[in-house]
């Protein structure tokens, strides 16, 4: 028996190759614009302030710096933390408030303890670091808090 084709199997075709071309184009107009050395975790449709990219910066190193206790080594921060004070937020004034810069100068001293401490109090003191989050966030900004519960 032959496959009989028919008017609408070739415009079915046809549009499913133009839908893959307009795809590409899209995707491929979109990387040629933007700078190879700015790293883009975009998941904010209006784009992502300073602030909420270094935040995602400091999640991956405190899980970085979980791994280290867990494996007995003295957790050490690869970033500056200190860039929250200065750093562009998405709604300024919330980080201009008095709950965040006091929020955030507690997360300071934490991750100053931590890298300071001795290493057989550094599971105690990650949780530390890791509870200011989670309250700083319980203040301001709750959309992260089931991101960091996975540091405890």
Same mark, same amino acid.
């Given at each position: ?12 075709? *046809?549009? *499913?190759? @133009? ?23 975009? *998941? ?7 602030? @909420?990219? *270094? ?57 100053? &303890? ?7 109090? &550094? ?30």
């Amino acid at each position: 028996m032959f496959y009989h084709r028919t008017p609408f199997h070739s415009f079915a075709i *046809l549009g *499913l190759i @133009a839908l893959a071309v307009y795809g590409l184009s899209c995707t491929t107009e979109a990387s040629a614009n933007e700078d190879p050395s700015v790293k883009k975790a975009s *998941l904010n449709p209006n784009g992502d302030s300073e602030l @909420a990219l *270094l935040m995602r910066a400091m999640y991956d190193d405190a899980a970085q710096m979980k791994a280290a206790i867990e494996r007995g080594e003295q957790p050490a921060p690869s970033i500056d933390h200190e860039k929250m004070l200065t750093a562009h937020a998405t709604e300024p004034e919330k980080a201009a408030s008095e709950t965040y810069q006091t929020w955030a100068q507690t997360y300071l001293q934490m991750v100053k &303890a931590l890298e300071t401490g001795e290493s057989e109090h &550094a599971p105690e003191l990650f949780q530390n670091v890791v509870n200011t989050c989670m309250g700083c966030h319980s203040d301001l900004c709750p959309g992260p808090k089931m991101r960091i519960q996975h540091l405890y």
